[in-house]
């Protein structure tokens, strides 16, 4: 896991617990379909957020030698998660991909305006890290689409997030810090999520109060940055 300041000592000794428990987890999936469909996709991009699921999917990437372009579509004005970077970095220091960055405002995403964005330049057909067991929604999708709706081609859509830790710890990948920010076990870390700090989606489950606990300071940024000038 990458290292943060914003760590307990609390949240470090759970976090032991659980890699331990990812060092024994047997992984139910089946990797080399996994990198078998990923060698074969005929897609335009992937898409990556630095989340555990995203690693997860590029990694599966790198060792099929596939040249698909990998987006981090950014944030503006302090919304990214800061911790990202630290991922991303980490990633790209040992592993080849064809990566990409394109930057966005919040006001970008609402209608769907940074996915049509991306189309214009990489393509419509996207490959996403996506699993069924995150929601409803998302379990539906992919029982009657599958993995591939021929618009949206979804790898790892039938790992569980044990699969996905037990993955993450054999290949010594870096983890984000966020799922280790459990308050000592009040955040579970399967419903961690590291898009946008402050946006409206995702919100639920306590994200809130979850984000203001360990990223306090990059909430008030984003308050600095919309209060007019001059104003105290």
Not at 17 to 39: C, F, G, K, N, T
Not at 121 to 150: K, N
Not at 166 to 177: E, N, Q, R, T
Not at 184 to 212: K, L, Q
Request: one cysteine or more; proline letters at 4%; a neutral charge.
């Amino acid at each position: 896991m990458i290292p943060s300041h914003r760590h307990k000592p609390e949240d470090l000794e759970l976090w032991a617990e659980l890699e331990a428990a990812d060092a024994v987890a047997p992984i139910a999936a089946s990797v080399a379909d996994a990198v078998r469909q990923v060698a074969d996709w005929r897609g335009d991009y992937a898409g990556t957020s630095w989340g555990k699921d995203s690693v997860t999917m590029l990694h599966l990437i790198a060792r099929a030698g596939s040249q698909v372009p990998c987006v981090y579509m950014r944030l503006r004005n302090h919304r990214d998660n800061p911790d990202c970077e630290a991922v991303r970095d980490s990633f790209l220091a040992r592993h080849r991909i064809n990566y990409h960055e394109r930057t966005f405002t919040y006001e970008d995403c609402q209608h769907g305006e940074h996915w049509d964005a991306i189309a214009s330049e990489f393509g419509r057909r996207r490959m996403t890290a996506l699993r069924a067991d995150e929601s409803t929604h998302r379990r539906m999708s992919i029982g009657r689409w599958g993995l591939d709706t021929g618009a949206s081609f979804r790898p790892i859509g039938r790992w569980n997030q044990v699969d996905v830790f037990a993955y993450l710890h054999m290949h010594d990948l870096p983890v984000h810090p966020a799922y280790a920010m459990l308050g000592g076990g009040r955040w579970p870390r399967e419903y961690i999520r590291v898009h946008s700090i402050g946006g409206e989606r995702g919100s639920e489950r306590g994200r809130t109060d979850w984000e203001r606990e360990y990223y306090g300071d990059v909430l008030r940024r984003m308050e600095a940055a919309r209060r007019p000038q001059g104003s105290g």
